[in-house]
């Protein structure tokens, strides 16, 4: 991104695009870290912080709470969100089954499509939270 990030921000003006960015992060420093250097290459647009509580709950991101980026990002008006945690037995299914979300809540035992069902409406939540 570092080489091609000044690119981008050039060409959303022409194109009469808005860049609105759904930044994934987990509980480790490195993702913080490479959220500042995306920051730092690409300028425009919105993003957004997920917290992916696959890796734990909210409490668990201590290190993204207490971070500069955090601010920053938040007072050029992105948010931070959480993505729902799935279970792993359904995860697992999806994976290793090779099934779409939409196969998935037609084919899977009842437990895991209401699982399933669950994380769906929970995740469409977020996007609604960020404005989609």
């Known amino acids: 991104m570092a080489k091609n990030g000044t690119?981008?921000?050039?060409?959303?003006?022409e194109l009469k695009r808005q860049l609105v960015v759904f930044w994934v992060i987990n509980t480790q420093r490195d993702s913080i870290e490479l959220l500042k250097d995306f920051r730092a290459s690409v300028t425009a647009g919105i993003v957004h912080v997920v917290r992916n509580l696959f890796?734990?709950?909210?409490?668990?991101?201590?290190l993204f709470e207490q971070s500069k980026?955090?601010?920053?990002?938040?007072?050029?008006?992105?948010?931070?969100?959480?993505?729902p945690d799935l279970a792993k037995r359904v995860a697992d299914d999806l994976y290793t089954k090779r099934l779409s979300i939409t196969r998935a809540a037609a084919e899977l035992p009842i437990g895991?499509?209401?699982?399933l069902l669950r994380w769906r409406q929970?995740?469409?939540?977020?996007?609604?939270?960020?404005?989609l």
Request: charged share 25%; net charge neutral.
């Open 112 to 115: 895991n499509r209401v699982e």
């Open 122 to 131: 929970l995740a469409h939540a977020m996007f609604r939270e960020a404005g």
């Open 55 to 62: 890796f734990g709950s909210p409490s668990s991101f201590g």
């Open 69 to 83: 980026i955090k601010k920053e990002i938040e007072s050029a008006g992105g948010r931070t969100l959480n993505f």
């Open 7 to 13: 690119n981008l921000d050039l060409a959303l003006p």
